[in-house]
């Protein structure tokens, strides 16, 4: 299938192709004894899900693990189906996002909230699945991957509170979810992932200075892809952190309101992006999955808990 890239040491990138977008949500396939899916993509996403897995030789009975990052619906709203499609695997969540799993009634009304219309063909409806299924992390975990490679999970909070970063003993791949930003490979682009309600500019710095600390090899994002240069992209993560929260602040204390705040940071920070410049398609990528008025928002409510 055109929409799997290996990309050595057994790992193969699958675009869950997001509401038909290519190219901006990327699951992972790390094969070997106990095949491990990382990130299922949203539930429509989920049949091209199976249909790569099983192009790649996991057939229903054969995959072990399913683990998300967060519980975000771009990167678990296809766990329930995912669940069904594939009886033994265990499901693999931080603890603060467990039971949305189990029961998504809450998750859905909040991104129902959020996205209200849109949310049936930006990402379908998220399928509980059963309790007994779901593995719980807390602040560090691991997952055999088998024949002693092992998958390690690092608690990495800021985007959102249930975020994990993923580490592989194997290649030193480390899947940063969205805890580092999204990244654009057409343009070398980095934009902050800051939305409400979760976002937290300390502990999300903290988060960014802990990948640099597990010293990967190389970094998986999951908008869109590897990435080689570790240490650079990683300061630039936390340097695209500075200059939104800086800027926000600097409307808030201009007494914006949210729509004229917007405006200001997207104005002021268009420079720094090449996609914004180059391709209408690509910058419309970039606002479903990192939007100004989504970053402004979330850093304007972590002032407001900030300023309690
Ligand atoms: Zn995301």
């Given amino acids: 299938m055109d ?18 977008y290519s190219g901006i949500t990327a699951g992972y396939l790390i094969l070997g004894d106990r095949p491990c899916l990382v990130e299922t993509g949203t539930s429509t996403s989920a049949p091209i899900v199976r249909d790569s897995l ?51 009634t809450r998750l859905m009304a909040s991104a129902k909230m959020v996205w209200g219309d849109r949310l049936d063909t930006l990402f379908g409806e998220l399928s509980p699945t059963e309790a007994s299924r779901i ?50 490979p057409e343009t070398g682009d980095l934009r902050p992932a800051t939305p409400p309600p979760d976002f937290d500019l300390r502990t999300a710095l903290d988060s960014i200075a802990l990948f640099g600390d597990l010293q990967p090899q190389r970094l998986l994002f999951s908008h869109y892809g590897p990435v080689d240069d570790v240490t650079t992209t990683l300061e630039r993560s936390a340097e695209e952190l500075r200059v939104w ?24 920070t268009r420079e720094r992006y090449a996609a914004l410049r180059a391709d209408p398609e690509i910058a419309e990528q970039f606002e479903l999955l990192s939007g100004a008025p989504s970053n402004v928002a979330g850093i304007l409510h972590w002032l407001g808990k900030e300023n309690l």
């Fill in 135 to 184: 593995r719980a992390l807390g602040d560090t975990g691991a997952i055999d991957l088998g024949a002693g490679r092992t998958l390690s999970s690092h608690y990495s909070p800021g985007h959102a509170k249930h975020h994990v970063g993923l580490i592989d003993s194997a290649t030193g791949d480390l899947y940063v979810g969205d805890a580092a930003g999204v990244y654009l």
């Fill in 3 to 20: 929409n799997i890239t290996a990309l050595g040491g057994d790992v193969y990138e699958i675009d869950t192709r997001m509401a038909g």
């Fill in 54 to 104: 099983a192009a790649l030789g996991v057939g229903p009975d054969d995959l072990a693990t399913v683990v998300v990052t967060h519980i975000h619906l771009d990167h678990a709203g296809g766990v329930g189906d995912i669940a069904r499609f594939f009886p033994s695997a265990e499901v693999v969540v931080h603890e603060k996002g467990a039971r949305h799993l189990a029961d998504p």
């Fill in 245 to 268: 929260v800086d800027l926000t602040k600097q409307a808030h204390s201009a007494g914006m309101d949210l729509d004229h705040a917007v405006a200001m940071v997207r104005d002021r």
